[in-house]
């Protein structure tokens, strides 16, 4: 079956950064678009990242834009997210999302906080 499993996060100063990778079993990791959500206290889970297949297209949320990136090693099937001069306002559980045959994934989640 498919699984997702984030890790990677923790507790930051703001202009601090974490990497955040999430491991991928159960389908075939090479041929699917990966993205990252987050969900900040209280609100709704938003898209914050996504990466093409062979990480040749990468988008980002405007909020994000120019401080994270979103990368992958397919041959370890792994996607990460490098986080720098964080916020925050960037706190909230993390998550990776993939959609394969309809149907959409997530992990567990990882607790990204963002605190002095």
């Known amino acids: 079956q498919v699984q997702l499993v984030e890790s990677g996060g923790g507790l930051v100063q703001p202009g601090g950064s974490l990497r955040l990778s999430c491991e991928a079993s159960?389908?075939?990791?090479?041929?699917?678009?990966l993205r990252w959500y987050r969900q900040p206290p209280g609100q709704e889970r938003e898209l914050v990242a996504s990466i093409s297949p062979f990480g040749g297209m990468t988008n980002y949320a405007d909020s994000v834009k120019g401080r994270f990136t979103i990368s992958r090693d397919n041959d370890k099937n792994t996607a990460f997210l490098q986080m720098d001069s964080l916020k925050p306002n960037d706190t909230g559980v993390y998550y990776c999302n993939v959609r394969t045959v309809g149907v959409q994934y997530w992990g567990q989640g990882t607790q990204v906080t963002v605190s002095s």
């Open positions: 159960g389908f075939i990791f090479s041929t699917h678009n």
